[in-house]
């Protein structure tokens, strides 16, 4: 029988004396080995902070606060009454060492504040941003140093402190601002391209640097130990600064340029240079007589900003400093603040007093300033409220003073509420004084003016090779770029909206010829299309004129023009709002605008680009906005598939929430996007469909590997479109785009396939309700917004504008959009020649199209040299068009996705998928009714790896003959 005893004994006498085995508290300090209690203290401070953040989020509050009041609860004024929390969490044994952690991370605080600030932005509004930072510099300086004095009469013991170092030091605390605090809530309040956002910005950057020094100064005069010394120390600190900005700083940018740091991002090299250049001028700063966090601002001020290198010199940085670090240093704060010692009448007297000078001081002068200056009411409020806020850098000043001896723990208490205050009150009364429906745009003519030459500039190199001037552009597509994985498909796009060249414009049929040659006189019309399927078929023959009457039409009137809008997603990170602050470099340096924006020239297009950096909950307004400014026709939104799985996973997977009908139906791997963000991206595209004011364009597209990999060794000399008509407003919409598409591009060549659905049944399918009929449609739709407004539990549809058309009406206007079509292929030579169309009469169309997709691909692969791919009449089929056909839909196709979704899941053994539940879960999912049950049975069940446009047509454009 084994011996427990004898066993813990054995392990117990193994374990190190300091064990908890052998009985040691891991909360009894340890010179030796201090980790222990440090992770703890760090663990509780971490911790509650975060949960503090998000509940104080919820009140608009930042961040800073949260960990303000975390600290003030976690020091004597609270928890420390606890009894033996202190001496067993906080123990005076443990400070040093926890002192020294959040003093480094103050100090690496300090170097991205630095970071942060961008002199350049003063350029843009100086004399405002000059007036309102000299403003709220001198005039709360002032009033804090009056009554600084009846502080220092009434609790300062002037022994040890002089009233002239104590003026100095209050009147900095009062007058600085804090600009990190500052700049988020700008951005959080979407004020970062308002008059009033970027020219608070400008006088922070400035309120900053100045406040920073006379912070300084106040500290050389306290250390010094006669004004002679303190001179010296001023000058001292003075020629580091010049050494730093006229000898060290053209060496940094020289080595970072020649090291690529400053187009790739700062290489290891760099990054260990940078540490240790804020290392040696934190000490050398320390050593002088002024504290270590100034020297460590220094070096982050002289810093490049060029290529974006600050900003991903940040990124590397501000994780382990918002996150570790800078909640210690306010614990640290929280500590020595006992709001218990403020117990008198007189206190309280001189704490509302201290609030309410430090406010309305700032609030006063600054909001005098801005209305000198040219701002209105509103506006002056706004900006004196925003200029009124203190945060983390007031607490900095603040532990400077406690630590130099000037303030003691009941004055600083006093000061510590006073910047919670202010800071709390700045959001609420911003919003206040200031909504939403007020905001203007900073100098709206200078925008508009450097927009103008941005685009000049762009339509110049465009108009190098495309003679069509920008001001006769008419079609304007806005693409949206999220990931690289995009580009493929969205690079697909951009190829069919390519004009033909200066030559071919002047003489088209000299294209034509030369196409014909190249292509060894191809036919118009080919036998092999006509017999892809066994369903009743034939193909409409276009007639074409022989002589020259067509030169014109062929001449395309409006070529098309690319807005490229980038989305990013707002964090809580400092890098976030300096990519915001910093627009203009960030988009030179962002790859993914670059790749793209050389693309677009390359094609003859010309081009504008945009970021947005925003909360992902605002990106379909986002969307909807820069549609509506540009203008744009059509919007383009990428939607990246995952690369591996169909109908489902293996059938031992569970079914979760959010793992519904669109991660079952297109598949899980390591390698796709989570089942998260994918709902997020339904509910994006969603809302753009529902709010945009002009068409919309999903492009499906499997995500790069695999499949994609073989079908991209396919090239071709054009791009051959193909496209489903099934009748409706987006499919006639669909196919106005694909004709504007043929009409600009001859390179372009389309094939139509337009389907109507016979009487016959299902194949051979158990159909559990009759096909859905033009008489019935509507009162599905009935049905549709009966349960919508009822809230039932399955996804609601969108919600359409009703229709006064009957059926023979809808048909009469499919007719019309394809007989327009023929007329122009009648009409125009070319046109005739590149647009194919065949109607095809079946009782499954859906299937007949993912045949014919397949078969095409099929074929196209099997051509491996380039003589084998030009000797046919058509190129490889590039790009698969269809209609979303969800609003007013011609004809529907819910049975017979049923049952091919049955025919798969019998061919794939998926027992999961078997089940009627399951299937109506698809059919009436998510996925189902954003991009349409066509695109679902191509993109799902046709396993097609081509990229897929989905398009649909604008809920707020009146159609012709919806209304009355």
């Known amino acids: 029988m084994i011996n427990t005893s004898h066993i813990i004994s054995l392990v117990a006498r193994a374990a190190p004396d300091g064990s908890i085995i052998s009985g040691a508290d891991p909360t009894k300090v340890s010179t030796s080995d201090p980790i222990r209690l440090f992770i703890i203290q760090a663990s509780i401070v971490i911790i509650f902070t975060r949960i503090l953040a998000y509940f104080l989020a919820k009140i608009k509050q930042p961040s800073v606060i949260a960990e303000v009041i975390g600290g003030i609860l976690l020091g004597p004024t609270v928890f420390g009454r606890i009894p033996g929390f202190t001496h067993h969490i906080f123990p005076d044994a443990s400070i040093p060492y926890f002192n020294l952690v959040a003093n480094l991370g103050l100090v690496l605080f300090l170097f991205l504040v630095g970071l942060e600030i961008d002199t350049r932005i003063i350029k843009q509004c100086g004399v405002a941003a000059t007036s309102i930072s000299l403003a709220g510099l001198l005039i709360p300086f002032g009033l804090g140093s009056a009554i600084s004095v009846g502080i220092y009469n009434d609790f300062i013991d002037g022994s040890k402190v002089s009233l002239g170092h104590f003026i100095l030091f209050t009147g900095v605390a009062m007058a600085i601002t804090a600009l990190p605090v500052l700049a988020r809530i700008v951005l959080d309040m979407k004020l970062m391209k308002t008059k009033v956002g970027v020219v608070v910005l400008a006088a922070g950057v400035g309120n900053d640097v100045v406040g920073w020094i006379l912070l300084a100064l106040a500290i050389a005069l306290v250390n010094a130990s006669s004004g002679l010394a303190a001179l010296y120390i001023f000058l001292v600190v003075v020629g580091w600064c010049l050494l730093l900005f006229f000898l060290i700083r053209p060496c940094f940018v020289w080595l970072a340029r020649r090291d690529g740091s ?18 040696a001028s ?13 020297g460590a601002f220094l070096v982050g001020l002289i810093i490049p900003h060029e290529g974006g290198f600050a900003v991903a010199l940040t990124e590397k940085l501000e994780d382990m400093v918002s996150i570790v670090f800078l909640p210690l240093y306010f614990a640290l704060s929280g500590l020595r603040t006992n709001l218990s010692t403020l117990d008198t009448g007189l206190i309280w007297g001189y704490v509302i007093a201290i609030c309410l000078i ?30 009124s806020c203190k945060g983390l850098v007031e607490l900095i000043v603040l532990n400077l003073g406690l630590s130099a001896g000037i303030l003691d723990t009941r004055v600083f208490s006093m000061f510590v509420v006073m910047a919670i205050v202010s800071t709390c009150l700045t959001t609420p009364l911003t919003m206040l004084v200031y909504p939403k429906r007020f905001h203007t745009f900073f100098t709206e003519d200078d925008f508009k003016k450097k927009d103008d030459k941005r685009r000049q500039g762009d339509d110049e190199e465009g108009d190098q090779a495309d003679p069509i001037k920008s001001k006769s552009l008419a079609k304007k597509y806005l693409f949206v770029l999220d990931r690289f994985d995009d580009l493929p498909g969205l690079l697909n796009v951009v190829q069919v909206l390519r004009p033909s060249s200066d030559l ?13 040659r190249r292509r060894n006189n191809a036919s118009t019309e080919k036998g092999d299309e006509s017999g892809i399927s066994s369903e009743s078929s034939h193909e409409v023959n276009v007639p074409v004129l022989l002589d020259g009457q067509a030169s014109r039409s062929i001449i395309p009137k409006a070529p098309a023009s690319v807005d490229a809008l980038r989305l990013m997603e707002l964090t809580e990170r400092t890098s976030a709002v300096m990519k915001v602050a910093e627009h203009d470099e960030t988009v030179q340096a962002d790859p993914l605008i670059n790749v793209f924006r050389a693309f677009v020239r390359l094609n003859r297009l010309p081009i504008q680009a945009a970021m947005q950096v925003v909360p992902i909950d605002e990106f379909s307004s986002t969307v909807v906005t820069r549609a509506q400014n540009s203008k744009s026709d059509l919007v383009v939104l990428p939607w990246t598939l995952p690369s591996t799985g169909l109908l489902g996973g293996s059938q031992n997977e569970t079914t ?65 479109v193909v496209f489903a008509f099934m009748g409706g407003p987006d499919d006639r919409c669909a196919l106005e785009l694909l004709r504007e598409w ?35 449609v509507d009162t599905v739709h009935k049905t549709q917004a009966a349960s919508a407004v009822y809230g039932n539990l399955s996804v609601h549809d969108t919600m359409y504008p009703s229709s006064n058309l009957n059926p023979l009406q809808a048909q009469l206007q499919d007719d019309i959009a394809i007989e327009e079509i023929l007329k122009a292929c009648q009409t125009d030579q070319d046109l005739g020649r590149r647009l194919r169309m065949f109607e095809k009469i079946t009782p499954t169309p859906l299937a007949h199209l993912i045949e014919t997709i397949g078969q095409r691909k099929a074929t196209d692969e099997q051509k491996e040299t380039p003589s084998e791919i030009e000797s046919d009449d058509l190129p490889p089929a590039s790009l698969i068009l269809l209609g979303r056909n969800r609003r007013l839909p011609t004809i529907t196709h819910r049975d017979e996705l049923r049952a091919l979704l049955r025919k798969h899941d019998a061919s794939t053994k998926d027992a999961s998928s078997s089940s009627n539940t399951t299937e109506s879960r698809l059919i009436d999912g998510e996925m189902s009714k954003i991009v349409g049950q066509a695109a679902l049975a191509v993109c799902g069940v046709g396993k097609c790896t081509l990229p897929v446009l989905v398009v649909a047509s604008s809920l707020h454009q009146r159609v012709v003959g919806e209304d009355n």
């Open 262 to 279: 400053l187009s790739r991002g700062p290489t290891h090299l760099m990054m260990t240079l940078t540490i240790l250049l804020v290392f």
């Open 282 to 294: 934190s000490f050398l700063t320390d050593c002088i007589g002024v504290h270590a966090i100034f």
């Open 358 to 387: 430090a406010f309305l001081s700032k609030f006063i002068a600054c909001a005098a300033a801005a209305r000198v200056t040219g701002f209105n009411n509103r506006e002056s409020a706004a900006v004196g409220t925003l200029m």
């Open 504 to 516: 071919h414009l002047r003489n088209p049929q000299s294209h034509s010829t030369s196409n014909a």
């Open 656 to 720: 979760g929430v959010l793992r519904g009908p669109v991660e079952r139906f297109f598949g899980a791997g390591s390698s796709d996007v989570s089942s998260v963000a994918r709902y997020y991206q339904a509910a994006f595209v969603r809302k753009v469909i529902q709010t945009s004011p002009c068409h919309v364009g999903m492009l499906l597209e499997r995500s790069s590997g695999g499949q994609f990999a073989a079908q991209s060794s396919t090239v071709g000399w054009g791009q051959h």
């Open 742 to 776: 043929c009409k600009v591009n001859e390179d372009v060549y389309a094939t139509i396939y337009r389907y109507r659905k016979s009487d016959a049944d299902l194949a051979g399918a158990n159909l559990n309700s009759p096909p859905m009929t033009m008489q019935n």
